[in-house]
């Protein structure tokens, strides 16, 4: 085995997992609210960036901002109609709603995209960085670099300034919030509105590696699963390290003993922390952190 | 004695229902699916409604039940009436394993645990060929039941209807019993009020785990039957489209209704059946239907003309309890 | 004079169940008037309700004027865009939130001859004790230093009317006494304040007005001068030594 490739690997694989979480952290952290729409959110991404490069010929990196734009519209929609559940604390209500918005997002991409696979190609993944035994692509670079980026600016945006104190005070305290005159309702459109940006975008970067079919919703979101929970619901730094370990370990799992049960292996990793430190579930602990 | 018979007259109704709509073969086929379908979604009815927890790991009981009568009665060859036993023992085990583990979690940590071993089961079930892999298990036999000297054989839909009535039947009996026992009651409680259910001397974790135990073989049996019913099981047993089937029948017509699921069930695949969409259009109208009621009437359809359908006394007196704590 | 709040024919019901009937409720500008009555007789409820929320879903009807303007049927942050702003009982701060953040997270607006919003400098100035604790987790802070970074947190917002429900509770009596004549202050300098209070002997010494509530109606009302004498009062409240 090639211990510095598989590094290499699990380092990009790691940052893609952290990218596509980073929504749902947000949205667990400050909303309690999961949201098992997110696997189809993410391949509504995907496909949205390789239909604008289809019928407009546009490049692949403006074809991103669109995607990213698609993704914060349909976020902030999907809020829009689950308010009133939003505001009442109805979470069991909330997550059926978002397994409905999943079917939703699902059928409406079969029609309009269609049943066959299809590659969101990006003109980065034909540029190859070799260092010794070692090479990764452009891609994987701007993968791992934007996905840093995103944490810094997220971590940032929640620590230092208005907009995040707000954010923190909703998930703190929603009805108190209001008596500050800040709208809620519009703090919880805008967490939706990034966490469809966020994972729209990292749709964008990670999907060109691996071809992209309307069905791939459901074992997209599975990972992301892992990455919320191990992170420590809710907190930020928690799931960059957690997406982080999850890379390295799938990559190694993988090469020392079979891709296929990787799935397996890190459910069941999931499921001994669960029952060796179930306290680490309780919500919003270290959230913003 | 007047709701005795009420009942009974309703369950003959039910029965002779596919020769009412004029028995062509099509009713057959959605009636026995909508009747082995309504089961599978009585065992999330009682986690979601009494419990008030949202088990995404249903779908994994289903699937135990079938895999277990398709590899017992194939590789076995085993009886029905053992496959059966099969099924419920091997739910059973599943639930007590996923009910240990997910004890102290709750609403979407809950949630997320059993989605991930639903996950982890559909995982295996398309990777290991002991269970047929990503083919599945083909060459199920026909159910026989027969006990002696009386002959209980089911090929066809027609055949098959009585069999998967009897079982919805049962179901419901069992989920009416289940409510009014003293663990219905007190999931209820612990439910609408954990802190009474503390102070009243209830084991939650205890209670959560036996109506896990209930609720599993519900579901597995409903399973077993699809096995012999459809002839194959493989790894789309665990599709996403059953599970949100399952809890859109639940919630569709109201929590808590008795014959809330099997009518929502009911409404879903006669639009599958009669005015399919294709499978595209069947999950928009599944995913649509799910959001408008949710958003629109969160106490599902039966909401829209009752103000509340018949809240139990104990019931009133907990949400009462729950308000001034 | 023209009241600067007024409230009419405010019913307030839980589940069915009647918790608060005022048909009528009006404060002129620059008094602060007091609200006092037994536990459970509804003032939290009605000053919620005056402010257009609640932590709980109550049915709510009649009318809540601010300068004139129906305000009832607006949502809470509403209300306080317009100026009506309530320093909930207990938990008034984010404890998650340093006390800067807290002071800063608000929507500030303009300042004007009705509505002082006053700066963050300005809080400290009144608390200095918040200065000292600035960036300190609201969470790490006592019982009195909450509610006075709670209150500092409502005057960031510039009240036209402010709503205190039970500024004292919890708070030694000393503390009590800084608190309210704190109050007094900023209604000296034109500020409207409806305060709800359980300690009628600390109310009486700084309120214009009393209104007395009772199983969520409104019994008695007027001057404290001449509600200090009112038997109810006194028999329920300030016991039989006083004056």
Redesign the interface.
Known sequence: MNVAQQLVNGITIGHSYALVAVGWTLLLGSARLVNFGHGQMYMVGAFVAWWVMRMTGLPYLLAVPAAVAMGAVIGAVMQMLMLRLTLEQNLVSLMIVTLGFGQILEGGAGFAFGAQPQRLVSPLEGIDFRFGPVWFTAQDLLLVVATIALFLVLRWVLARTVLGSWVRMVAEDPKLTQLGGVNVALVYMGIFAFEGAAVAFAATLVAPRTPIMTSMGFDQVIMTFVVVVLGGIGSVGGSYAAGLGLGLFTAFFGALVSPAYTTTAVFVLLIAVMVLRPGDLAAGRGFAR | MKRAGIALLLVVVGFLLPRLLGGSTLVYDTLVVIAIFGTMAYGLDIILSDLGEISLAHTAFFAAGAYAAALLSVNAEWGAWATLGGAIVTALVLAAVLGAITLRTREFAFSLVTYAAAVVCANIASNWSFLGGSDGVVGIPALDLSIGPITLVAGTNTQFWPYAYTLLVLTIYLVHRFRRSRLGQAALMVHMNPRLAVMSGLDGQRIRLMVFLVSAPISAAAGWLYAYQRAYVGPDLFDTYFLVLMLTAVILVGRRNLLGPVLGTAILLVQKSFLSLGAYGDKLVLGGVLVAVLCLFPKGLASIRFRRPARTPAMRSVAVEKRIV | MIPVLEVRNLAVS??GDAAVAVSSLALQPGTLSGVVGANGAGKSTLVNAI?G?????PRVSGSVLLDGEDVGSL???EH??RGL????EG??V????SVE?NL????SPPSSSVRRAFSVDEVYDLFPRLRERRANAAGSMSGGERQMLAMA?ALR?GPRVLLLDEPSIGLAPRLVITLLQAVRRLVDAGMTVLLVEQNVRAAVEVVDTLHLLERGRMIASGPVAAMKDDPRIIEAYLGASHG
């Open positions: 839980y589940g402010a929320w609640s932590r709980a879903a949502p809470a942050h306080v865009r702003l309530l320093v909930p938990h008034g984010f404890l998650g939130l953040e800063r997270a608000v929507r947190r917002l």
